[in-house]
């Protein structure tokens, strides 16, 4: 089923700005709220292109690449992810509780959820070529891990109490008068962080937190056709959560250097190629500089300056895909500054010559 245009869900234009877009998600979220006999599945939807819009990068891409394109790049947990609507919600309801993305993702409210870590970001430079052609870099970043000393749990000794604020379920009822009423929502518990439970002996290597920051070395393989800006998500190599598991994705973010000649434009090149006077008139062949190496390309006689040619297939390959864009070539006619004797006399009988043939002389 095609889903319906994020813009058109929030009743709001591709040029509102992120004041606007809230507002908008507020009006809606009061509405549509479950908590206040909305549909839920209508609060979702309204929720999810509100997450999207919201966010600079996200918006960013789905612009570029709509529906389809975004869906590609971004999964259910990926678009919730890290999107704030705690601040709206406390405007709205007067307090937190839980995440939105414990709300679509976590099961039934009496019932914990094991949430993912946090996702992280790279930002790494790659040559024209590279980008052109893919490539594979290792990159090292800092990555928070679960404690090979306790294997994650915190503990030195793997001894544990139960947590007396949540009665070891993980979760404390939370009863809050708003302007509708009271509003009665189920939340993780804060002493133990959701576990249930209170480490008796930390881990002296983690300090009871059950987690250490190490450097990463990984990987990354860079697609043939990658553009300037695009990111390259790589699942599971983020952060793990509280409890050593579920790591969240990394993003890496791909910029493009320049190209001495060379300009890209979508999957097509430009470049810029000069001939000579007589190279213009009489017409001829040139060798001119591709991404696999020199081409011939024939001109014809009489070829103007700033005309430009297209050679197919000749530019940049389309991720994962075998097609390919164009090169495009621009004639630059040269005009010599300086001219000798003979040749200054062979223009000038040129010049005779064409005038006579339209009557002037």
């Excluded at 995440?99 to 039934?108: E, K």
């Excluded at 518990?189 to 959701?194: A, K, P, V």
Aim: net charge neutral; aromatic share 8%.
């Amino acid at each position: 089923m095609t889903k319906k245009d994020y813009y058109e869900t929030l009743g709001v234009s591709k040029s509102s700005s992120k004041e606007e877009i809230k507002k908008a998600y507020k009006k809606l979220a009061l509405q549509h709220h479950p908590d206040r006999g909305g549909d839920a599945e209508k609060f979702k939807e309204i929720s999810e292109a509100y997450a999207v819009l919201s966010d600079d990068n996200k918006r960013k891409q789905y612009d570029q690449f709509g529906h389809q394109g975004f869906d590609q790049r971004f999964s259910q947990e990926d678009i919730f992810r890290n999107a704030n609507f705690e601040d709206i919600f406390s405007e709205i309801f007067g307090g937190g509780g839980d995440s939105i993305f414990d709300m679509f993702f976590g099961g039934s409210r009496g019932r914990r959820r094991e949430q993912r870590g946090s996702d992280l970001h790279y930002e790494i430079e790659v040559e024209f070529e590279e980008a052109a052609f893919g490539t594979e870099k290792e990159i090292n970043y800092p990555r928070t891990e679960a404690c090979e000393k306790c294997n994650g749990s915190g503990s030195k000794d793997g001894k544990f109490e139960k947590c007396d604020d949540c009665n070891g379920s993980g979760q404390v009822r939370k009863i809050q008068q708003s302007l509708f009423g009271t509003i009665q929502q189920i939340i993780t518990c804060r002493t133990c962080h959701g576990s249930g439970k209170n480490i008796v002996n930390e881990c002296k290597e983690c300090g009871g937190s059950g987690l250490t920051s190490n450097i990463k070395e990984l990987k990354i393989k860079i697609p043939a056709g990658i553009d300037d800006g695009n990111q390259i998500r790589v699942s599971g190599e983020g952060d793990v959560n509280r409890e050593g598991k579920y790591p969240g994705d990394l993003y890496v973010t791909v910029y493009v250097k320049p190209h001495k000649s060379f300009r890209r434009e979508d999957n097509d090149i430009h470049i810029e190629q000069s001939i000579s006077i007589a190279q213009a008139i009489l017409g001829g062949e040139v060798e001119v500089p591709t991404l696999k190496g020199k081409e011939i390309l024939k001109i014809p006689a009489g070829t103007q300056s700033h005309i430009v040619f297209r050679l197919k297939n000749l530019g940049i390959p389309f991720v994962n895909s075998k097609e390919k864009g164009d090169e495009y070539v621009k004639i630059i006619v040269e005009i010599p500054k300086k001219i000798n004797k003979k040749q200054k006399e062979i223009l000038e009988r040129f010049e005779k010559e064409g005038n006579k043939k339209f009557g002037l002389f």
